[in-house]
């Protein structure tokens, strides 16, 4: 069974840093594009970041030059380094990857983590 295993959210003060990590395991044949959203209270879950299985980006505009997000292939694991982090970056932030099962007729499908609490606040 595929599984994102999620770390590294927690409380930092505006201005701080945080590093997430999301490891994929399990059966798997192929992963493709990985990313990052995130869900403040009372609003939509949105997209952060997403890197392609060749290191092609994007960003959200709220985060771009503050977020980077990268991947090891090697390891089927996405990080998000989040430097200056502001009050209105707090939320749950889920990881996601796009991931082939191995397996005869297996075929692409969305996983997502469980989710983990990032809280910016003095």
């Known amino acids: 069974q595929v599984q994102l295993v999620e770390s590294g959210g927690g409380l930092v003060q505006p201005g701080g840093s945080l590093r997430l990590s999301c490891a994929a395991s399990g059966s798997i044949f192929s992963i493709q594009a990985m990313g990052w959203y995130r869900q403040a209270r009372g609003k939509q879950r949105e997209l952060v970041a997403t890197i392609t299985s060749g290191g092609s980006t994007n960003y959200a505009d709220s985060v771009k030059g503050r977020f980077t997000i990268s991947r090891d292939n090697a390891k089927n694991t996405v990080y998000l380094q989040m430097d200056s982090l502001k009050p209105e970056d707090t939320g749950v932030y889920y990881c996601?990857?796009?991931?082939?099962?191995?397996?005869?007729?297996?075929?692409?499908?969305?996983?997502w983590g469980q989710g983990t609490q990032v809280t910016v606040s003095s």
């Open positions: 996601n990857a796009d991931i082939i099962p191995a397996g005869i007729y297996s075929y692409l499908s969305s996983y």
